[in-house]
Structures are given as structure tokens and as C-alpha cells.
């Protein structure tokens, strides 16, 4: 075992309730979850913990806001497994999605910037030959399905006309810009309601404030997240430590 486990410091479950601002159910949760070594107990069968156990519920709850809950969990759970590699490789997973936003938010801007103020509003020539891109074309380059660009059409951030022949959804350059730009956004974590009044401002020729108002916001969230994962590892690392 540890070396904090051998010496002769005892915690009650409150003391690392209070001490972490949580409840003594919670500090019970996490341990029943793997997320903290597993307790002692005295001879009537109370629990008791450590010093590493404060030092394992600091980890965790500082690998919360860079990683999210249950990658955080997970994270805990294998080093409390003794599978240390299994641990790094989820935090190289979480370092992974970070990167792929920061692209994805790179991608919005360059969207953004072949977003002409003065012609956002004006009908987009239609394609050449098909006279636009249909829905299974369009949702095959997005990577989503068909029932997402439905769905999409109904809170009005794509407005695809009818074949008059077919009855068809026909998408115009215009739609698949505005497709484009709102599948980037959710990926960014933005939710349909905040999309819309940004592709509505973009259509309508009066300037993109609002939309690189959210921008800003998307790259302050994602430094915050760079900074707390940064945090969580160092704690971490303190726990690796003291289990020794």
C-alpha cells in the first residue's frame, strides 16, 4: 500500500467533505466509484481515510473542467487500477479533442472570413447543372444525417426551396454556407437557439458583431480548458507521487 495509507492519520469522511466543499454522500460516491482508493474502517465499521485520499479527491476534482466528469473518472479509476499508461492515454485523448476544436473554431473563423458583409444577404447563384445540392448530398460532405438538415430547416438555419418537379429539398450555395458555418458551431458546443440569431445576422447584411462575439467567447472557453487540464495534470501528478 501507499505510504499515507500505512501512517497513522486518520480522516472522518467529513473532514474531506468539508474540506473540498462537498457532502460526506459524495466523498462515499466517489470512493464506491473507484475515483478514491478504497477506505479503511475501524473495528465498528466506520470509514476512514487518508491524507492520499484528499490528495486523490483534489486530482479528481481538478481534472473535472478540462476533461469533463466521467473522463475525469476514468482517469482516476485507472491509476487507482495501478494501469498508469491507461490513465495517460485518456488524457491524451482529452489533449486530442482540445486540438480538434481549436481547428474547428480555426475552420468557423476561415468560414467567416469568406463571409461577405455586403453580399450575405443576396440569393447565391444556384450550382451549375443541378441547380443545387440535395439533402443526401449535402448531409454526406457534412458527415451528418439527412434528419439533422431537417431538423435544422425547421428553427430556420437553412431554408432550402422545393423542386417544383420532384418536391425535392434543393439547397443553394447560400444554404450550404449556412449549413457549413451552423455544423461548425455545434460542433463548437453552441446549442440550435444561439445558432440561429447568428446565421439570421449573418443573412441579413448587417455586420457579423454578434457572431465573432461568440467566437471570442469560444476561444476564451477553450484556453480555460487548455489552463484547467494543465491544473488537473499537475495535481495528478502530485497524487502519482504520493502513492509512490
Do not use: C
Not at 62 to 85: C, F, K, Y
Amino acid at each position: 500500500m501507499a505510504r499515507n495509507l500505512q501512517s497513522g492519520m486518520r480522516l472522518r469522511p467529513i473532514d474531506l467533505a468539508r474540506r473540498h466543499g462537498l457532502s460526506t454522500q459524495a466523498v462515499r460516491n466517489y470512493e464506491e466509484a473507484g475515483i478514491l482508493p478504497a477506505a479503511g474502517r475501524t473495528a465498528h465499521g466506520y470509514r476512514t481515510y487518508t491524507p492520499l485520499h484528499a490528495r486523490a479527491l483534489t486530482a479528481f476534482l481538478a481534472l473535472v473542467p478540462g476533461h469533463g466528469h466521467q473522463p475525469a473518472a476514468s482517469i482516476m479509476r485507472a491509476v487507482n487500477r495501478n494501469e498508469v499508461d491507461e490513465a495517460f492515454d485518456l488524457i491524451d485523448e482529452g489533449h486530442a479533442r482540445l486540438l480538434d476544436d481549436r481547428r474547428t473554431l480555426q475552420a468557423v473563423e476561415g468560414a467567416l472570413g469568406n463571409l461577405a458583409p455586403t453580399t450575405a444577404s443576396e440569393p447565391a447563384a444556384p450550382a451549375a447543372g443541378t441547380g443545387g445540392t440535395f439533402i443526401g448530398t449535402l448531409a454526406g460532405e457534412l458527415g451528418i444525417r439527412p434528419a439533422t438538415l431537417r431538423k435544422w430547416e425547421r428553427v430556420g438555419l437553412v431554408r432550402p426551396r422545393r423542386d417544383p418537379l420532384t418536391g425535392y429539398r434543393v439547397y443553394d450555395a447560400a444554404d450550404v454556407r449556412d449549413a457549413r458555418l451552423a455544423h461548425q458551431l455545434r460542433r463548437g458546443g453552441y446549442l440550435l437557439e444561439q445558432i440561429a440569431p447568428l446565421i439570421a445576422q449573418v443573412r441579413s447584411a448587417g455586420g457579423l458583431e454578434p457572431l465573432e462575439g461568440a467566437l471570442r467567447d469560444w476561444h476564451g472557453r477553450l484556453s480555460a480548458r487548455g489552463r484547467a487540464m494543465l491544473t488537473g495534470a499537475g495535481e495528478l501528478d502530485a497524487y502519482l507521487r504520493e502513492r509512490g
